[in-house]
């Protein structure tokens, strides 16, 4: 399936490549045929994953099995993204539903996880016993996020998680976003995505961006979920307040089954949707197991999008600059590491896009600085200093 990338996607791998080693899953990873077998076959030989998770977790489980055998009808090798419970018989070792619960119940996903692992063992940062060999934890949300504040998003769930990775050294923990649930840009499902986007960017984690897959169809050209799009991909197309198109029927019904996409059955979904989040498992596994894409970004190309941010580090004034905006607003955003918003500006585009910033006022350190003009994101780490 072929991906348009967009500037947003080009803008935020830059990001994380310059400043991080996070790894972020998104809609930007659901081309399969982008992940070579030999990454696929490496992290069947090399992971070991404890998953937990409720129904809409199980998005992932379905879009896995109806996967195999699509692929084995379209050229792959026969069987590659088999998984199993063990690894039996050369395939991924996923133990599905090895924890009980979902992120959402708090402190129920950290006790689950500590129990299934064991105590630390600091000669391989891994669990004990029965489950030692488990180096990749992965808890999805159900529909709980809608429902956070920023307070309880950091206590409820990003501290705990970074504990766990304190004490388990030797595991990889798989943040998620929730999925969609009707409230656009403004909703505050959509806020607190963007604290755990923010938060795992700035702090080097592994994110599935669960959200952000469900809000493209393969085109990647429309952001459903600023149209409203819900988890089964109904969204408003004329802003009326209707829900009143699927973007995953449209675009099933424009293309071949069996050859652009196949049919499964995801819990409170549509099968591409289902598509799409195991395009994105495979694509985060492979990661995990050491893959890098080739389709990198340069500085060179991250500048040829139009967008600056400088200085870096700055002081008391942050320039953005645009050399090609939309018309409309531009939307500048300023966010901690934690991922609470501390500046909001909004400006009037013209043709050649420059404004300033006042960041006086916040202390030294590192901050997460988001434009927005258009159909347009552009996303860079900033270091204040004084």
Request: net charge negative; charged share 15%; with cysteine.
């Amino acid at each position: 399936m072929k991906k348009i990338i967009t500037v947003f996607s080009l803008a935020m791998l830059c990001v994380f490549q310059a400043f991080s080693q996070a790894i972020i899953v998104d809609h930007h990873c659901t081309d399969i045929s982008q992940v070579p077998e030999n990454a696929i076959q490496t992290a069947k030989q090399t992971l070991h994953i404890a998953y937990g998770h409720t129904s809409h977790g199980s998005q992932l489980i379905t879009g896995m099995d109806g996967l195999i055998p699509f692929m084995n009808a379209n050229g792959y090798t026969n069987n590659l993204c088999t998984w199993n419970n063990g690894g039996t018989a050369g395939a991924l070792d996923l133990h599905d539903l090895a924890m009980g619960g979902d992120v959402g119940y708090y402190p129920d996903w950290v006790n689950n996880t500590r129990s299934y692992l064991g105590v630390p063992d600091p000669s391989t940062g891994r669990g004990t016993g029965a489950n030692a060999d488990v180096n990749v934890i992965i808890w999805s949300w159900c529909g709980q996020v809608s429902s956070q504040t920023e307070n309880s998003m950091i206590t409820n769930y990003l501290t705990p998680m970074s504990l766990l990775e304190t004490d388990y050294p030797g595991i990889q923990f798989v943040y998620m976003t929730g999925h969609l649930d009707g409230g656009g840009s403004a909703g505050n499902l959509n806020v607190r995505n963007e604290q755990i986007r923010t938060y795992c960017i700035a702090n080097n984690k592994r994110l599935y961006d669960f959200a952000d897959i469900e809000s493209y169809d393969p085109d990647g050209l429309v952001n459903y979920m600023a149209l409203m799009a819900n988890d089964n991909c109904d969204y408003d197309s004329d802003a009326n307040g209707s829900l009143d198109k699927n973007w995953a029927t449209e675009w099933q019904n424009s293309h071949v089954v069996n050859v652009d996409w196949y049919n499964c059955s995801p819990a409170h979904s549509q099968a591409l949707n289902g598509n799409l989040k195991a395009y994105a498992a495979w694509w985060l596994w492979a990661r995990l197991a050491g893959w890098s894409p080739t389709t990198s970004v340069s500085d060179g190309e991250q500048n040829s999008q139009g967008v600056s941010v400088f200085p870096n580090p700055a002081a008391d004034i942050l320039n953005i600059s645009i050399s090609n905006p939309a018309q409309g607003k531009v939307v500048v955003d300023v966010f901690d590491l934690q991922g609470k918003k501390l500046i909001s500006k909004q400006f009037d585009s013209n043709a050649s896009f420059q404004e300033s910033i006042d960041i006086s006022f916040l202390a030294a350190g590192s901050y997460f600085v988001k434009t927005h003009n258009g159909n347009t994101d552009f996303g860079a780490l900033v270091n204040i200093v004084r």
